[in-house]
């Protein structure tokens, strides 16, 4: 009764929690496309890289591949959520600041629905938009010698979520098969506004909203390679539709009086299906080691050359991605509660899916750690990350971002679906 309270709490705290958190960002490259493409991954796989198509674990929920909810057995019931706390770091030109954000990374459940089949509901962000920056020129003289400065500033921000649903199938005991059924739903907004020092000049301003409203798909299977008593090899492979979105882009163009808050003109032009999303590959390997030591190598490539933003092509770059990761577990059995900590580490590095003034934008760099701690006699585990990510840029000159992440996340397992016999 005292752990089952204590897990309770915790799942109210992460409501509240969830309810306080921004989805946001502060990031100046969240201007381009669609923003900052979320992590898919859970709190088990953000400590080791990333890496999920071939994690292959019944006691934790695997979204990015459908595959493994097969290997949920028909007693458990799995509820998982989690959030980041996040400190970045922004460097240009030997100017330092520092922002924090908080952020939900996702909320879903699963169990088994009928004999070899799991099933998984929940919640994952796709992208994230959020930044604030101005700049401050010299463009003319008045007729009295006076500068006349020009105040060019950028504003952006909102968000694409999704929710899923998701089916496992085991088709033969080393072989499964999975997909998910997403909604993606939001709006971003990126406005663009020029003003002037000169009290009788005009000043304009440009807007540029997407609102996303359409479905998503994605496809997985797992194969299983056992050697011998306690040696496995997981061999796991995704398949993302890539297909126009339904969707409508708006660009507002807009001109004031100096001081005014009223626009002196505006046009917008509405754009239908302005927009599509990529296909994405990925393949995964892990070995597993009495199921106390897992090693995964991850690889993701997403065809973001092909997709269309406000109906064109080409402005974006295919995004690869690699991951490492590994995870231990001293003794499942031991009363030490030492050895009953799974210790992860990983870590991954990703090229950009933007362009910057027509060239190639930041590339990431990620490391991280963490542990898996087992909540009293329970089967739920906590699970709790540090990560390093560095946003570099290939141009010399541009902003360097550093960022520190704290991921916390709960799993609560729980046989819900036991039937007790009294004789």
């Not at 952020?103 to 796709?126: H, V």
């Not at 301003?205 to 390679?225: A, C, M, N, W």
């Not at 080691?289 to 690889?299: A, F, M, Q, V």
Request: proline share 3%; hydrophobic share 35%.
């Amino acid at each position: 009764m005292l752990y089952k309270r204590l897990i309770n709490f915790c799942l109210l705290t992460f409501i509240v929690m969830s309810a306080i958190a921004q989805n946001g960002s502060n990031s100046p490259y969240t201007r381009y496309g669609f923003g900052q493409l979320s992590d898919q991954s859970f709190g088990n796989s953000k400590a080791m890289g990333g890496i999920s198509y071939g994690l292959r674990n019944g006691l934790q929920i695997n979204a990015a591949n459908p595959a493994s909810y097969s290997a949920v057995d028909s007693l458990t019931f799995l509820f998982d959520a989690g959030m980041s706390l996040q400190n970045t770091n922004f460097q240009e030109n030997g100017v330092k600041t520092n922002a924090k954000n908080s952020s939900i990374d996702y909320l879903a459940m699963q169990f088994r629905l009928w004999k070899r089949m799991g099933l998984t509901a929940g919640f994952l962000p796709f992208s994230t938009v959020g930044y604030n920056m101005s700049q401050n020129k010299s463009i003319s003289s008045d007729e009295y010698g006076n500068p006349i400065n020009a105040l060019y500033t950028y504003k952006g921000d909102g968000s694409i979520q999704q929710v899923f649903l998701g089916l496992g199938y085991k088709v033969f005991d080393n072989l499964s098969i999975g997909a998910n059924f997403s909604y993606l739903y939001g709006d971003i907004t990126h406005s663009a506004s020029t003003t002037f020092s000169n009290s009788n000049a005009y000043y304009s301003v440009r807007t540029d909203k997407l609102e996303i409203s359409d479905y998503k798909l994605d496809f997985g299977v797992q194969y299983t390679h056992k050697i011998g008593k306690k040696h496995a090899v997981n061999l796991g492979v995704v398949y993302s539709l890539g297909h126009d979105l339904n969707g409508k882009g708006y660009n507002y163009k807009e001109t004031y009086a100096s001081g005014s808050t009223y626009p002196m003109t505006q046009t917008v032009d509405t754009i239908q299906n302005a927009f599509s999303l990529p296909q994405t590959l990925g393949a995964g390997m892990t070995y597993v080691y009495d199921n106390r030591l897992t090693i995964g190598l991850d690889y993701t490539i997403q065809k973001w050359e092909d997709v269309e933003f406000f109906n064109e092509k080409g402005q974006f770059l295919n995004r690869t991605k690699i991951s490492f990761g590994a995870e231990f577990l001293p003794n499942p059995l031991s009363r030490n509660y030492l050895n009953r900590i799974r210790y992860r580490i990983g870590a991954y590095y990703s090229d950009p899916y933007t362009k910057i003034n027509n060239q190639e934008g930041a590339r990431e760099y990620g490391a991280s750690f963490g542990f898996g701690l087992p909540l009293f006699q329970s089967r739920s585990i906590l699970n709790i990350s540090g990560q390093y990510v560095k946003v570099s840029p290939k141009v010399k000159g541009m902003l360097e971002e550093n960022y520190l992440r704290i991921n916390i996340g709960l799993t609560f397992n729980d046989r819900w679906f036991m039937k007790w016999r009294v004789e």
